[in-house]
């Protein structure tokens, strides 16, 4: 299981939320196959928004982030609920590239670095907050930062990092997300600069031991922090046969009549792995009168 730790400094000017994504990135790679480069990038985008969907008020409320690059990845989609839980797809689950010139994995080559980075907030009301930024870097963290400061006006930091074993499977993967509200004074951000500048990358400290509230204080450091919260977060879809069922009502009577000649139907939810079978005769039973 993941969690994720929420700690605000004494003032309650800056919040720092981390994670530690190691089952929520290895399920990624189990659902969808993906090559090390895009588990990578993919499990970024996952974390990333857990942490912002983390951050959301009523329980019911959802964000939706997409990275649609000109990278062969094609377009990255993750889905948080309010508790930071995560469901990912991507468009293009395998793509090779040679390392980058630090000798890592290429995510900015895989997702490319121009297109847009779109966020859907589902809040309850009449309509869902939509913002949209282009792509800064492809990176990843750094358009989640960027997205964070120009739509929604809100100073941030953004750390995010996959480690990938030479077998596919994930070593280790985690991040945080600093948000400073409006009233946070300069001293605070002069501290929090100071703080990240002396951190080692997010995966060096995960694989060193640390843990995700050892890694929130220390990005905190010096504003005399506490923990605010603690929870698990899993990678979680929450498809079912019922919003299958209205999926396919939606095609209207002679698209289904037209399944139903095909000795039935498969649909497959692109989130997980589950599959759900539909005879004839349940198709025809869709149909409204």
Same mark, same amino acid.
């Given at each position: 299981?993941?969690?994720?730790?929420?700690?605000?400094?004494?003032?309650?000017?800056?919040?720092?939320?981390?994670?530690?994504?190691?089952?929520?990135?290895?399920?990624? /790679?189990? &659902?969808?196959?993906?090559? %090390?480069v895009v588990t990578a990038a993919l499990g970024r985008l996952a974390m990333g928004t857990s942490l912002m969907g983390f951050g959301l008020k009523g329980k019911d409320d959802s964000i939706t982030v997409k990275m649609d690059g000109d990278g062969p990845t094609g377009a990255l989609i993750c889905v948080s609920d309010s508790m930071g839980n995560v469901k990912a797809y991507v468009q293009n689950p395998v793509v090779e590239l040679p390392l980058n010139d630090k000798g890592k994995l290429d995510v900015r080559g895989a997702v490319g670095s121009n297109g847009t980075l779109s966020v859907v907030k589902d809040m309850g009301l009449k309509e869902p907050y939509c913002g949209q930024v282009p792509i800064v870097?492809?990176?990843?963290? /750094?358009? &989640?930062?960027?997205?964070? %400061?120009?739509s929604e006006q809100v100073p941030s930091v953004c750390a995010l990092g996959v480690l990938v074993n030479?077998?596919?499977?994930?070593?280790?993967?985690?991040?945080?997300?600093?948000?400073?509200?409006?009233?946070?004074?300069?001293?605070?951000?002069?501290?929090?600069?100071?703080?990240i500048n002396g951190m080692e990358s997010v995966t060096?400290?995960?694989?060193?031991?640390?843990?995700?509230?050892?890694?929130?204080?220390?990005?905190?450091?010096g504003l005399e922090p506490n923990?605010?919260?603690?929870?698990?977060?899993?990678?979680?879809?929450?498809?079912?046969?019922?919003?299958?069922?209205?999926?396919?009502?939606?095609?209207?009577?002679? /698209?289904?009549?037209?399944?139903s000649k095909d000795g039935g139907t498969d649909v497959e939810c692109h989130f997980c792995d589950n599959k759900y079978h539909f005879t004839p005769e349940e198709i025809l039973g869709l149909i409204k009168e």
């Open positions: 299981m993941g969690r994720i730790v929420r700690v605000i400094s004494k003032d309650a000017s800056v919040v720092c939320s981390a994670i530690d994504g190691k089952d929520i990135v290895s399920r990624i /790679e189990e &659902i969808h196959k993906t090559s %090390a870097s492809g990176e990843i963290a /750094e358009d &989640i930062t960027n997205y964070l %400061a120009v030479p077998d596919l499977t994930v070593n280790c993967a985690g991040g945080f997300l600093i948000q400073l509200l409006p009233f946070a004074p300069e001293s605070a951000i002069d501290q929090i600069e100071k703080n060096k400290l995960i694989c060193g031991g640390m843990t995700t509230e050892a890694i929130a204080m220390k990005a905190l450091e923990v605010l919260d603690d929870f698990e977060v899993n990678y979680r879809c929450d498809c079912s046969r019922e919003r299958v069922e209205n999926a396919l009502i939606s095609l209207g009577r002679a /698209e289904l009549e037209d399944l």
